[in-house]
């Protein structure tokens, strides 16, 4: 791959993961509107963040598998179109049924930038842990700009489907770039050893115990960072914490610190091993999400808000930068590895759905605590077993 080629590559993979933050954090921005607009009870608002995660399990392990097949670029150019029709038929939704159907074609096209864009810039630097959390920080950064727009158009009185609106225009511009883009296959014809499932059709991954462990990492992670992004902004407005704003404020500060955190990442991946930064991260993420349970004023709510977002921004790409050996070259491996994430993002928030209906929503939100210390134990295990190792 030429220079040039590999630039193009990381610059509109750069992108796509700047909308596709937008894209998961555009939901739980816009959720208290939907709830007042048609009347959704607490289960049925986590059912809404389910199925847009539900579209990301889908789409992550079909569309990994199928890319081995068809190439990566129509599969990318599929994915655009489903994030621009899912949002885009929110604005003329008329019932919750419709809702949910459009949620889940808009989470097939997250699940595809998900796998697709990971495997092509793992690809593209040989799993290079500093460039994968630069990936990862766009995404950030378009998690950061979601509740941030929102508040915007909240505060200029404009109705919540003016957010939707940008959100649509810059997934077809997501679409023209990538028919332009020099997307290689993936190399079919690299040799491989027992633990590098380099051949896109070799399952030799699936006799990797690591491998299960990365998987079960992703499905706890994913489902707390849902949580966050799906019911975070109606938490704190249901409880009288803060208003309207002020909560999308405070969703925004979260992803300053995923921000902040991945640009320190990418300084700290050339220094120190994955598996310490993965101890790092998932230990100071738990105490601070914990913290913020019993935050008690605002200030201190925003500050433990942005460091969990801080210690938390790791954990996605280091795993997959950890994991590299494994998934390199083959759609398969990275789909089904991914996929675990959707299917934590979908079952876990719906969960803390199911909890806030048969109690209340503070002790929904507490159900996170559970899932911050199943990820600390999986990590714990990840440095005290496997470190240097790939077995």
Known sequence: MSSKNKRFILAGSYY???????????????????????GISYDKTGLLIALLAVGNLIASLIGGIVSDYIGRKIILLIGSMFLALG???????????????????????????????????????????????????????????????????????????????????????QFIIFTIMPIPKSDKKIEVDEND?????DLSFLKTPR????????????????????????????????????????????????????IATSYLASRLSKEDILLTSGLGGLVTIMLFLIAPGKLTILICMFLSGMFYSAIYP????????????????????????????????????????NSNIQIGMKTIAIYGMLVGILIIINKVKYEKKYI
Do not use: C
């Open 197 to 201: 499932s380099s051949s896109p059709r």
């Open 87 to 173: 949002f885009g038929g929110f604005l003329i939704a008329t019932s919750v049924q419709q809702l949910y159907i459009f949620t889940l074609i808009a989470g097939l096209g997250w699940g595809v930038m998900n796998s697709i864009v990971n495997a092509m810039v793992s690809d593209a630097t040989s799993g290079d842990a500093s460039v994968m959390n630069i990936l990862h920080m766009f995404f950030a950064v378009g998690a950061f700009l979601s509740p941030f727009v929102m508040g915007l158009v909240i505060r200029l009185g404009l109705n919540w489907t003016y957010g939707i609106y940008l959100l649509v225009g810059l997934s077809i511009i």
């Open 16 to 38: 796509a993961y700047t909308v596709t933050g937008m894209v998961v954090l555009i939901l739980g921005s816009i959720m208290p509107y939907l709830r007042e607009d048609f």
């Open 318 to 357: 280091t795993v997959i930068a950890n994991a590299s050996p494994m998934i390199k070259n083959s759609g398969t491996a990275a789909g089904v590895m991914l996929s675990a994430g959707g299917l934590g993002g979908a079952a876990l928030p719906y969960l803390t759905g199911i909890v806030s209906k």
């Open 211 to 262: 491998y299960y462990l990365f998987i079960v990492i992703l499905f706890s992670y994913v489902g707390v960072e849902n949580i966050i992004n799906g019911w975070l902004v109606t938490y704190f407005v249901d409880m009288n914490i803060l208003d309207e704003f002020g909560a999308q404020n405070a969703l925004s500060t979260f992803w300053i610190g995923l921000i902040v955190g991945r």
